[in-house]
């Protein structure tokens, strides 16, 4: 919020670090009030299946995320304000509080429900005789600098896409962070706020799983250590493209989604990086590679914009339960993710697939299941990418369907990731745990299993399974993920990622 005076600003109620509004802010008021709205609509229940919208890790992540932002604000001569209720509401009994308030400011959002928020905030406004300023800074390329006339004309398949913004497009430069803002309007009798917590958002504070493959904390301090950590201290980027389909441990992929989907790191950030590290280091196909993984993120952001509603149809955009599937690859993963709110990009692609392929349910049932527990969760890229698994989005062949056997012995070979998250099935030794209804009744007792009581059966079995089921190995010795263990992906199947996008075969 800006006085004339004093700016309302940044609104803060979809992502807790925004730099181009305060940015803005220091150019155009005297005063500025950063604030950050827990709207209560973020904690009801999803629209199809009334899942809670924001889970417990999501959550405890938001409110870390906060509170450093706060911290930092404070350290910069201002604080965060914060409050609970509706932003329409809150901006309008904050301006009537202040008195002088010549402008609200926030960052544009893409989702329907966010942007009926934004709606209710300038409408407010608009009564009460305020400026509303807004901006658009969440992706990597701006939204002007796409090489498309309109977004109406954006693509809709993802390489048509690509192409175009690396050859045509720009990325805009990082703006500066600012050491010194702007104060509070002396003498308001602003109260900053308590930051609530999670039981008075109806929710409880998630208890930490040693095993998670994302134990880290909300905020930007924690992203830049992230991201320090990654890419200067370890090299880890310049292995990227060989590790992404990991599955266990920290280390294998960049593990930035969460703190971009709440604004803590910005895609600009990490590609100045990227470009400093190419510079000074090496440049490769995992360098490039993590570009590639921004550009999806991009090109779902602006999908989301492109349909609107339509994103969340059940026909699509074209107009076309946990743990317990008795499919351990499958099982391992919706686990992983009900107890530490992570899943590898490996796991998503393969869940979404089974759901969808194999058991034919709704997709927007594993959209709001994602939606309620990621600590990751973006509206756009969750829902773009469900639709692109049950074929009714932007993926140009509609009939993907990947073999949950063959993924499972390409991914996790020695079977380590589904012992990590399914302890029942801990005595198969090998990558026969991946099928362990193909095992004889004294292998089963051997390895003190018990198909339909300590283990379930299949709930679908698809017939391309068979092709694998006899090719897993037995062996307990090294790894087959490679010499680095059950995180590096293995030579023969380093382009694996490739070919989910660039398909060789039909055969996944």
Same mark, same amino acid.
């Given at each position: 919020?800006?006085?004339?005076?004093?700016s309302?600003?940044?609104?803060?109620?979809?992502?807790?670090? =925004?730099?181009?509004?305060?940015h803005?802010?220091?150019?155009?008021?005297?005063? /500025?009030?950063?604030?950050?709205?827990?709207?209560?609509?973020?904690?009801?229940?999803?629209?199809?299946?009334?899942l809670?919208?924001?889970?417990?890790?999501?959550?405890?992540?938001?409110?870390?995320?906060?509170?450093? +932002?706060?911290?930092?604000?404070?350290?910069?001569?201002?604080?965060?304000?914060?409050?609970?209720?509706?932003?329409?509401?809150?901006?309008?009994?904050? *301006?009537?509080?202040?008195?002088?308030?010549?402008?609200v400011?926030?960052?544009?959002?893409?989702?329907?429900?966010?942007?009926?928020?934004?709606?209710?905030?300038?409408? /407010?406004c608009?009564? !009460?005789?305020?400026?509303?300023?807004?901006?658009?800074?969440?992706?990597?390329?701006?939204?002007?600098?796409?090489?498309?006339?309109?977004?109406?004309?954006?693509?809709?398949?993802?390489?048509?896409?690509?192409?175009?913004?690396?050859?045509?497009?720009r990325?805009?430069?990082?703006?500066?962070?600012?050491?010194?803002?702007?104060? $509070?309007?002396?003498?308001?009798? +602003?109260?900053?706020?308590?930051?609530?917590?999670?039981?008075?958002?109806?929710?409880?504070?998630?208890?930490?799983?040693?095993?998670?493959?994302?134990?880290?904390?909300?905020?930007?301090?924690?992203?830049?250590?992230?991201?320090?950590?990654?890419?200067?201290?370890?090299?880890? =980027?310049?292995t990227?493209?060989?590790?992404?389909?990991g599955?266990?441990?920290?280390?294998?992929s960049?593990?930035?989604?969460p703190?971009?989907?709440?604004?803590?790191?910005?895609?600009?950030?990490? &590609?100045?990086?990227?470009?400093? @590290?190419?510079?000074?280091?090496?440049?490769?196909?995992? #360098?490039?590679?993590?570009?590639?993984?921004?550009?999806?993120?991009?090109?779902?952001k602006?999908?989301?914009?492109?349909?609107g509603d339509?994103?969340?149809?059940?026909?699509?955009? =074209?107009?076309?339960?946990?743990?317990?599937?008795?499919v351990?690859?499958?099982?391992?993963n !919706?686990?992983?993710?009900?107890?530490t709110?992570? !899943?590898?990009?490996?796991?998503?692609?393969?869940?979404?697939?089974?759901?969808?392929?194999?058991?034919?349910?709704?997709?927007?049932?594993?959209?709001?299941?994602?939606? @309620?527990?990621?600590?990751d969760?973006d509206?756009?890229?969750?829902?773009?990418?469900?639709?692109?698994?049950?074929? /009714?989005?932007?993926?140009?062949?509609?009939?993907? %369907?990947?073999?949950? *056997?063959?993924?499972?012995?390409?991914?996790?070979?020695?079977?380590? &990731?589904v012992?990590?998250?399914?302890?029942? +099935?801990?005595?198969?030794?090998?990558?026969?745990?991946?099928?362990?209804?193909? $095992?004889?009744?004294?292998?089963?007792?051997?390895?003190?299993?018990? +198909?339909?009581? #300590?283990?379930?059966?299949?709930?679908? !079995?698809?017939?391309?399974?068979?092709?694998?089921?006899?090719?897993?190995?037995?062996?307990?010795?090294?790894?087959?993920?490679?010499?680095?263990?059950?995180?590096?992906?293995?030579?023969?199947?380093?382009?694996?990622g490739?070919?989910?996008?660039?398909? %060789?075969?039909?055969?996944?």
């Amino acid at each position: 919020m800006c006085y004339p005076g004093v700016s309302l600003g940044p609104l803060l109620y979809c992502n807790p670090c =925004v730099i181009q509004v305060f940015h803005w802010a220091q150019r155009n008021a005297e005063h /500025i009030v950063p604030l950050y709205c827990f709207d209560p609509g973020h904690y009801l229940g999803t629209a199809n299946y009334n899942l809670p919208r924001t889970g417990p890790f999501r959550l405890r992540f938001l409110l870390d995320s906060i509170q450093d +932002l706060r911290t930092s604000l404070i350290q910069g001569g201002s604080t965060l304000v914060v409050r609970r209720g509706r932003p329409e509401q809150v901006v309008g009994d904050l *301006i009537k509080q202040l008195g002088s308030v010549s402008a609200v400011a926030f960052h544009e959002e893409v989702a329907p429900e966010d942007q009926q928020v934004e709606r209710g905030v300038k409408d /407010i406004c608009s009564q !009460m005789k305020v400026k509303v300023h807004t901006c658009w800074g969440s992706t990597l390329y701006h939204r002007d600098d796409l090489p498309f006339n309109h977004l109406s004309r954006l693509p809709d398949v993802y390489t048509q896409f690509r192409k175009a913004v690396e050859t045509q497009g720009r990325v805009r430069p990082v703006l500066p962070t600012l050491d010194q803002l702007k104060p $509070l309007p002396p003498g308001s009798g +602003l109260d900053e706020g308590p930051i609530p917590s999670p039981e008075e958002l109806e929710q409880t504070d998630p208890v930490r799983d040693p095993r998670s493959a994302f134990p880290c904390s909300g905020g930007e301090t924690q992203a830049l250590a992230r991201l320090q950590h990654y890419f200067w201290d370890t090299d880890a =980027v310049s292995t990227y493209k060989e590790t992404r389909n990991g599955l266990i441990g920290l280390d294998y992929s960049t593990k930035f989604s969460p703190w971009l989907a709440v604004g803590c790191l910005s895609p600009r950030y990490i &590609y100045q990086q990227i470009k400093k @590290y190419e510079s000074e280091r090496t440049a490769n196909q995992s #360098t490039y590679w993590v570009v590639f993984e921004l550009l999806w993120r991009d090109y779902f952001k602006f999908i989301g914009a492109k349909y609107g509603d339509r994103l969340f149809d059940i026909k699509g955009k =074209v107009g076309k339960p946990v743990g317990r599937t008795g499919v351990p690859f499958v099982d391992a993963n !919706m686990r992983e993710l009900a107890l530490t709110g992570f !899943m590898s990009n490996r796991g998503r692609q393969n869940v979404a697939s089974f759901l969808t392929k194999d058991l034919g349910l709704d997709w927007r049932m594993g959209a709001e299941w994602f939606h @309620y527990l990621l600590v990751d969760h973006d509206v756009s890229s969750n829902y773009g990418n469900w639709l692109y698994s049950a074929g /009714i989005g932007n993926d140009p062949r509609e009939n993907r %369907k990947f073999n949950m *056997i063959k993924q499972g012995l390409d991914y996790d070979n020695n079977g380590d &990731y589904v012992r990590h998250w399914v302890p029942e +099935l801990k005595g198969i030794r090998g990558g026969e745990v991946h099928t362990p209804w193909t $095992l004889s009744s004294a292998s089963l007792s051997h390895s003190l299993v018990s +198909l339909n009581d #300590t283990y379930p059966s299949p709930i679908v !079995m698809a017939p391309e399974w068979s092709r694998h089921t006899n090719k897993k190995p037995t062996g307990a010795g090294p790894s087959a993920r490679g010499k680095k263990g059950p995180s590096h992906t293995p030579k023969q199947h380093k382009d694996r990622g490739i070919d989910f996008y660039f398909s %060789k075969s039909k055969n996944f």
